[in-house]
């Protein structure tokens, strides 16, 4: 507020300089009449409503602003049961895999697997100059190398904080 | 016999000594909070105690700009480093970067004087009060204004700051790499926590731990949470791993006591963190937002042990200020980071410029500068998405007969989410002033403009278009009156202008040039805001300029009366 004040003293409604030196007597003043120099207080104000959206969404999702539901994604659901045909043919899985030689599990007695085999590279393994980096693949192959600085100053003396 | 013993026994002490203590890492256990042993490992995922180093980045105080590139300072010599993400602040991350692989030579500093022991393992506690003294000492910042370029009396001049960040020499999956806490968190989440499930003491817990803020600064929090848990990628992303050197007054904290700060009539965002246990579609949380007594519930929220999930609502404030508390529940196992929520809904209209006078005078007026404030023009989250793993077993029912049977889990992948805000201004003088001259014109007439804003993300449901731009005018030093500028477009690429000046003649969209404005350049200010994710507001300064060459006086001339 005391900037308000401060800044609102600062104007004055004082006649510029050269007005006073005007020979008005003898004297019409022209005024472009298309010009807009404001001063025209009280006029309603139009409102001019919003064009339509000029973007297309990135993703297929709709905003759902204000909906009472909101997913954060679509929903997930697991695959389709099988049919009985394929669910019981102990030459192929239902995902399609062919099995030659089916081995019977106990269903009591189902281990998780390890980490699946993709096939995939192992980390580290290195080709052409690239080393394979989980999640990444082949990456070029870096190596390091240091600088050793050393000069003036007191490693005694405080000069910044932290906290 | 026994002088023979003697000398084994010292030389197998001395071998102990001098050969370095290698920890392996394999899941929990491996490293403790710096006090217990360091568990058992396999050689492709392992880190040896002081296999470590500081990332160092001079930081502009005033906008939290990066004005150096970063450096990284250790006793070590990792010329064995096979892959890193190159010299990137958190900062950076913060401000959208994302974490990509290097093509450079990983390059570090060795400093005469010897760095402190930075993270803590089973052989040996960090000194936090060693790593400040050290990092705020004349010696250090002297050796980091050497190496980055930048002069040490303005670098402790107070209008900079300097972030550090512990770096950890580890070898993950075989493959020897140089990390920071922050991109660690980031590349777990790559690794749909591949990193976590392998090397858990060292990257979700001690290096993260390493460092972490007491004084909330450079738009990050003190630290609150467990400091000898392993954290979240969450955690580790927001508040953990920096420590910053200061050479002035920390920034003063936000007092206002709100969470969020919004405009009416706006469509806004609010988030919370959701974790605890796994959940899954097997296992489902929900969270609950109730907004001034509307409830919203949020479904399909998942995300694995030990990691946590953004959570936002979606919705519109009210035509009328006030404070808002929201707040937020969560069914199944997950819990909410927060329950309550207080938002201040304000009003930014109504503060629009007094009518102009032909009169006005300001002749102590200086130009002030233009405003610089915080500004984040880009955001990352993401989103936990679950997948059917099947596992097909093949039970017996007789001899030649049998079922498969889906033995399966749910896994849950990381998807990366972005959104990043660009805009420009436009100020020009008004098409009804009739001496101006492209950007050039007499002072005491109109000026019109225009902000063009544009949103590009890859999940445009989570972000909201930029929905309010403010203009400040130098008359008054960008403070006291300013105009709320009226949206002209619709959708994530979205246009402003002023509105409909009242004032006006011709009711033009016109802000009036004070007559009494010198010669020189004009420069209205804008701050651009109300773009919400869920990971905050987005906005941006813009600025314009016109060029004042004298005033509307001289257009008007003086003539004889025709006889």
Not at chain 1, 96 to 118: F, I, R
Not at chain 2, 33 to 50: A, I, K, Q, R, V
Not at chain 2, 120 to 137: E, L
Not at chain 2, 212 to 227: N, Q
Request: glycine share 8%.
């Amino acid at each position: 507020m005391a900037l308000v004040i401060a800044i609102s003293s600062q104007f004055k409604t004082e006649t510029p300089p050269d007005g006073g030196n005007a020979p008005a007597s003898i004297a019409t003043v022209e005024v472009n009449p298309s010009a807009d120099i404001g001063g025209k207080a009280g006029e309603k104000e139009v409102v001019v409503p919003a064009s339509e959206p000029t973007a297309a969404p990135a993703d297929n999702t709709a905003p759902q602003t204000d909906q009472p539901v909101q997913n954060l994604q679509p929903e997930v659901t697991k695959p389709p049961e099988p049919t009985e045909s394929q669910k019981t043919d102990p030459t192929r899985k239902p995902s399609g895999e062919k099995v030659d030689n089916v081995q019977a599990t106990d269903h009591n007695n189902v281990q998780k697997p390890d980490a699946t085999q993709t096939g995939e590279p192992k980390g580290g393994e290195r080709k052409d100059g690239k080393v394979y980096l989980p999640g990444f693949g082949w990456v070029t192959e870096t190596g390091g190398s240091g600088t050793k600085v050393d000069g003036d100053g007191n490693i005694n003396k405080q000069v910044g904080t932290m906290d | 016999m026994k002088r023979t013993l003697s000398i084994f026994i010292v030389l197998v002490l001395l071998l102990t000594a001098l050969l370095p203590l290698t920890a392996y890492a394999e899941g929990e256990g491996n490293i403790d909070n710096g006090s217990g042993s360091m568990g058992s490992g396999t050689s492709e995922n392992f880190w040896s105690p002081g296999d470590e180093g500081v990332r160092i980045t001079v930081v502009r105080a005033s906008d939290h700009a990066v004005v150096t590139i970063p450096v990284d300072f250790t006793n070590k010599h990792p010329d064995n480093i096979q892959a890193h993400f190159g010299k990137v602040s958190k900062i950076s991350y913060t401000n959208g970067f994302s974490l990509t692989p290097s093509m450079q030579q990983y390059t570090y500093v060795n400093p005469a004087q010897a760095v402190p022991r930075i993270i803590s393992s089973g052989s040996g506690n960090a000194n936090i009060d060693d790593i400040k003294r050290y990092f705020c000492s004349e010696y250090t910042l002297m050796r980091i204004a050497d190496v980055t370029g930048f002069n040490y009396d303005t670098l402790i001049n107070g209008d900079y700051k300097i972030l550090l960040e512990p770096v950890a020499y580890m070898t993950f999956q075989g493959v020897r790499i140089a990390v920071t806490a922050n991109e660690a968190a980031l590349y777990d989440q790559q690794l749909d926590g591949g990193l976590r499930s392998k090397m858990v003491s060292l990257s979700h817990k001690n290096l993260p731990l390493a460092m972490f803020l007491e004084t909330p600064d450079l738009g990050y929090p003190a630290w609150s949470g467990s400091r000898t848990a392993a954290a979240s990628n969450a955690d580790i992303i927001s508040s953990l791993g920096l420590g910053i050197i200061r050479f002035s007054e920390a920034e003063p904290p936000q007092v206002s006591g709100y969470d969020y700060t919004y405009r009416v009539n706006t469509q806004v965002i609010t988030s919370v963190t959701v974790s605890g246990g796994q959940a899954d579609p097997d296992h489902p949380v929900t969270a609950r937002f109730t907004i001034g007594g509307q409830t919203y519930t949020v479904n399909n929220i998942y995300y694995p042990e030990s990691d946590s999930q953004l959570v936002w609502v979606r919705w519109t404030t009210p035509s009328t200020p006030q404070t808002m508390t929201i707040h937020v529940s969560v069914t199944g196992r997950g819990r909410a980071s927060q329950g309550t929520i207080t938002a201040n809904i304000v009003d930014l209209s109504g503060h629009e410029p007094p009518n102009p006078v032909a009169d006005d005078r300001n002749d102590s007026y200086t130009q002030p500068a233009v405003p610089n404030n915080p500004q984040k023009t880009s955001a990352t989250w993401g989103v936990w998405r679950p997948w059917w793993h099947a596992y097909w077993v093949w039970h017996s029912t007789g001899e030649d007969s049998g079922y498969w049977c889906d033995h399966g889990w749910w896994e849950v992948e990381w998807n990366t989410c972005t959104a990043s805000l660009s805009a420009s201004t436009s100020v020009v003088p008004d098409a009804k002033n009739p001496t101006a001259s492209a950007k050039t014109m007499k002072s005491g007439y109109g000026i019109n403009q225009t902000v063009t804003a544009n949103v590009s993300t890859n999940q445009s449901s989570a972000v909201t278009a930029a929905q309010t731009a403010v203009t400040y005018f130098p008359e008054f030093r960008y403070q006291s009156y300013w105009r709320l500028l009226e949206r002209t477009g619709g959708g994530l690429g979205t246009q402003f202008e002023f509105a409909r000046n009242r004032y006006s003649t011709y009711n033009r969209r016109t802000h009036f040039t004070p007559i009494w404005m010198p010669d020189g350049s004009y420069t209205p200010y804008t701050y651009l805001m109300d773009c919400w994710t869920p990971q905050g507001m987005l906005s941006m300064n813009l600025a314009d300029s016109v060029t004042i060459s004298g005033n509307l006086w001289s257009d008007w001339h003086i003539a004889p009366v025709k006889p």
